[in-house]
Nanobody, 124 residues
Framework: QVQLVESGGGLVQAGGSLRLACAAS????????MAWFRQAPGKEREFVSA????????YYANSVKGRFSISRNNAKNTVYLQMNSLKPEDTAVYYC?????????????????WGQGTQVTVSS
């Protein structure tokens, strides 16, 4: 069992940066693929980024590639999402998710463990 708690959301102007963190409880954190998803009002939850258990592989949605960076520290049971050059369309609730996966990291239903979400608002 893994419990996930996100932090670091807030209000920022377009072009600014935020760093989200997701702290996990549980001894098996290092085995999990960790991912970030987001959900804007009236829209479906969408994949943002994922990182493999060994940090060797990272994946990004096209909409954030080159602006966002995912990382993890298995010793601290924490995964991060550095968000730069933020745009108003990045406004959403951001969720951390975890699961043992071999592929299809972008599929929402593949993740069993979710955090409560943190709000990111980007003003124009």
């Amino acid at each position: 069992q893994v419990q996930l708690v996100e932090s670091g959301g807030g209000l920022v102007q377009a072009g600014g940066s935020l760093r989200l963190a997701c702290a996990a409880s549980g001894r098996t954190f290092s085995r999990y693929v960790m991912a970030w998803f987001r959900q804007a009002p009236g829209k479906e939850r969408e994949f943002v980024s994922a990182i493999s258990w060994n940090v060797f592989e990272t994946y990004y949605a096209n909409s954030v590639k080159g602006r966002f960076s995912i990382s993890r520290n298995n010793a601290k049971n924490t995964v991060y999402l550095q968000m730069n050059s933020l745009k108003p369309e990045d406004t959403a609730v951001y969720y951390c998710a975890g699961q043992v996966l071999r592929d299809n990291y972008y599929v929402t239903s593949n993740y069993a463990y979710w955090g409560q979400g943190t709000q990111v608002t980007v003003s124009s």
